[in-house]
C-alpha cells in the first residue's frame, strides 16, 4: 500500500529503491519508513558530561527487528506486510537519540562510540513496547522505554526514568500507522532529551 503526497508532509521519508533491495535479497516488496527526530532544541546550556554515549538500546527479539509490529491482542504479534523501517527498532531509536541530544549544543560529544577508551556517561535503555496495539476504543500506537543514565568513571547510575507515548491511530493500514508512530517517536525522544539534559545539570527551558 502507498502513501500519498499528505502522509509524507508528517516529515516522513520513504527510502527509494524499495523494490529493487526487495529484488535482491529475496524478500516481498515493502515500503520502507524512516522516523525522524523532533525539531532541535538548540541553546540549552553547557552540562557537566563532556562526553555522553548512548548505548544500543535493548529490545526483546519481536522487537529487534526492522518489521513494524501489530498487536491484534496482548498474547499476539503481528507485522505489517506491506512496509518495514529502514533500519531494526533498537538502531533506530538509538539513532534518534544521538541526533536529539547532539542538537541541544550541551554535551561536548554524543555519539553511539566513546572516542576514547569510555565515555563520561553512558545512557542505557531498554524498549517496552514499539508497535500498534488494538483495543476496545480503537487503535493505539504504544511507545515506551525505560532508562539510565550512568556514570562510566564512577561507575553509578545519575538518573533513571520511564519513557511512554501512545497515540491513536484512524486504522490499521500503513497510511494510518504510520503518521501515528511518528508523532509517538517525536514525544518519546522529546521526553529522553529533557531527562538526558535534567540529569547532565542542564534546565531544559533555557533551551530556544
Known amino acids: ?13 520513504i527510502l527509494s529503491g524499495c523494490g529493487t533491495l526487495s529484488a535482491m535479497t529475496g524478500g516481498p516488496e515493502r515500503d520502507v519508513f524512516e522516523l525522524r527526530p523532533p525539531a532541535p532544541a538548540t541553546g ?7 562526553e555522553l554515549i548512548i548505548e544500543p538500546p535493548k529490545a ?7 518489521r513494524i509490529m501489530i498487536r491484534p491482542s496482548a498474547l499476539q504479534t503481528q507485522y505489517l506486510p506491506d512496509a518495514q ?5 533498537p538502531e533506530m531509536l538509538q539513532r534518534l537519540l544521538v541526533q536529539s541530544l547532539g542538537a541541544t549544543g550541551s554535551f561536548g560529544y554524543v555519539g553511539r562510540a566513546p572516542l576514547g577508551i569510555s565515555g563520561d556517561y553512558a545512557l542505557i535503555s531498554e524498549i517496552e513496547d514499539f508497535n500498534a496495539e488494538l483495543t476496545a476504543e480503537g487503535v493505539v500506537v504504544r511507545l515506551t522505554v525505560n532508562a539510565q543514565m550512568v556514570s ?3 561507575a553509578d547510575i545519575v ?3 520511564r519513557f511512554a507515548a501512545a497515540v491513536p491511530a484512524a486504522g490499521t493500514r500503513t497510511a494510518d500507522l504510520i503518521p501515528a508512530f511518528d ?3 517525536r514525544q518519546l525522544v522529546t521526553q529522553m532529551t529533557e531527562w ?6 542542564v534546565n531544559p527551558r533555557q533551551c530556544q
Open 85 to 89: 523501517w529502514g533500519e531494526a527498532v
Open 152 to 154: 562510566e568513571l564512577e
Open 1 to 13: 500500500m502507498r502513501l500519498s503526497t499528505t502522509v509524507l508532509a508528517f516529515g516522513l521519508c
Open 159 to 161: 538518573s533513571r526514568g
Open 44 to 50: 540549552c546550556g553547557r552540562a557537566s558530561i563532556g
Open 60 to 66: 526483546r527479539s519481536t522487537l529487534d527487528s526492522d
Open 196 to 201: 538526558g539534559l535534567r540529569a547532565s545539570g
Open 183 to 185: 508523532a509517538a517517536a
